[in-house]
T-cell receptor, first 116, second 109 residues
């Protein structure tokens, strides 16, 4: 059973370009979370999605950032017009169908975004 | 004040030592998670607990709900245990995690 997959593992963009980060959750998992780890800082929640629904995007910057988890295919975190401050490691995690309580989250290897 | 506080920030131990990492939180939680972040950056979930104690190999996690405190213990530490250990909480009905700042553990041979 493959784990959570993220691609690309490393992404270099120039200021003003777009960055697209992909996350394929573990088989059977319908909850996806995106977290960001800025250099020398801790992990911070960005957005929580289920298939075709954004459940909570309270950690997402209001501008330039968007996320989706379509019925088919991976979840996408999209950053438009990237700036140097977007340079960070972006981690995706997935968990299985809600059981009424918290679930163990399984993390992907992360995408390291560098903005030149 | 952060909602999740860890101590110590950095910890160096000799191989074989017993290690304790502490986590305190200030909010109501549905579960507390301990994660391990490898030097290469990958993150592994070690434990999820909402009461009592869990054990896996040389790792033990405990939680005291009344005191809002959890500890992660490593017995017979080994250099391969060197990593960042992160405490995180799930708050109420929300499923996303709120993280502590992590404890950098270095175990010397």
């Amino acid at each position: 059973n493959a784990g959570v997959m993220q691609n690309p593992r490393h992404l270099v963009r120039r200021r003003g370009q777009e960055a697209r980060l992909r996350c394929s959750p573990m088989k059977g998992h319908s909850h996806v979370y995106w977290y960001r780890q800025l250099p020398e800082e801790g992990l911070k929640f960005m957005v929580y999605l289920q298939k075709e629904n954004i459940i909570d995007e309270s950690g997402m910057p209001k501008e330039r950032f968007s996320a989706e988890f379509p019925k088919e295919g991976p979840s996408i975190l999209r950053i438009q017009q990237v700036v140097r401050g977007d340079s960070a490691a972006y981690f995706c995690a997935s968990s299985p169908v809600a059981s009424g309580g918290a679930d163990t989250q399984y993390f992907g290897p992360g995408t390291r975004l560098t903005v030149l | 004040k952060n909602e999740v506080e860890q101590s110590p920030q950095n910890l160096t131990a000799q191989e074989g030592e017993f290690i304790t990492i502490n986590c305190s939180y200030s909010v109501g939680i549905s579960a507390l998670h301990w994660l391990q972040q490898h030097p290469g950056g990958g993150i592994v979930s070690l434990f999820m607990l909402s009461s009592g104690k869990k054990k896996h190999g040389r790792l033990i996690a405990t939680i005291n709900i009344q005191e809002k405190h959890s500890s992660l213990h490593i017995t017979a530490s080994h250099p391969r245990d060197s990593a960042v250990y992160i405490c995180a909480v799930s708050r109420g009905s929300a499923r996303q995690l709120t993280f502590g700042s992590g404890t950098q553990l270095t175990v010397l041979p």
